[in-house]
């Protein structure tokens, strides 16, 4: 069952702006991750957020988690065209399993 | 130069024929998984197995089987029973300790239906 929903379905943004990805889901979890995908390419893990954390910064990625609204937030600012990909949430919660969202498709322009 | 290797990137089947799909990783991880992504749409987790010789269904097991006699092997096949078998298939592993924490992908195999 997929319990994170990430919205927009896609964005396209041009180079320089910041591109920001939401992510909600429904029972409670331990962490949330985000992931990018390339076009026909396997998943990269980007940045994990534990459940009693609010912020968390990783170069040019910011990644807020709400645990009472049950949503999580990707900004990538001063985007880049390598940044085009599609970005996915996935929550962890009991049981050790990870659960995706169907994800949001970024496109950069240069 | 360690990760996970799907062979092959592209596969056909025949209706009635079963396919097998590789995953080989030397990342020395215990926990690996086998997920089935559909166009446009997110990963569905079909089968996993946290040690050798022992796996466990996912949410969308009907027409998979799977095997994990190595450590470093988990092949996933493709039965005839799986009457929708084309997706991008994506094996994952994860380190000790860390099973939800980060998972490692290989590239994907681009199953098709002939």
């Known amino acids: 069952s997929q319990q994170g929903e990430e919205d927009p379905q896609a964005l396209s943004i041009q180079e320089g702006e910041n591109a920001t990805m939401n992510c909600s889901y429904k029972t409670s979890i331990n962490n949330l991750q985000w992931y990018r995908q390339n076009s026909g390419r396997g998943l990269v893990h980007l940045i994990l957020?534990?459940?009693?954390?609010r912020e968390k910064h990783s170069g040019r990625l910011r990644v807020t988690l709400d645990t009472s609204k049950k949503s999580s937030s990707l900004l990538i600012t001063a985007s880049r065209a390598a940044d085009t990909a599609s970005y996915f949430c996935a929550t962890a919660g009991r049981g050790n399993m990870l659960t995706f969202g169907g994800g949001t498709r970024l496109m950069v322009k240069p | 130069d360690g990760g996970i290797t799907q062979s092959p990137k592209y596969l056909f089947r025949k209706e009635g024929q079963n396919v097998t799909l590789s995953c080989e990783q030397n990342l020395n991880h215990d926990a690996m998984y086998w997920y089935r992504q559909d166009p446009g749409q997110g990963l569905r987790l079909i089968y996993y197995?946290?040690?050798?010789?022992?796996?466990q269904k996912g949410d969308i097991a009907e027409g998979y089987s799977v095997s994990r006699e190595k450590k470093e092997s988990f092949p996933l096949t493709v039965t005839s029973a799986q009457k929708n078998p084309t997706a991008f298939y994506l094996c994952?592993?994860?380190?000790?300790?860390?099973?939800?924490?980060?998972?490692?992908f290989g590239s994907g195999t681009q199953l098709s239906v002939l």
């Open positions: 197995s946290q040690i050798v010789n022992d796996f």
């Open positions: 957020i534990r459940s009693n954390e």
């Open positions: 994952a592993s994860a380190p000790p300790g860390a099973t939800n924490e980060k998972l490692f």
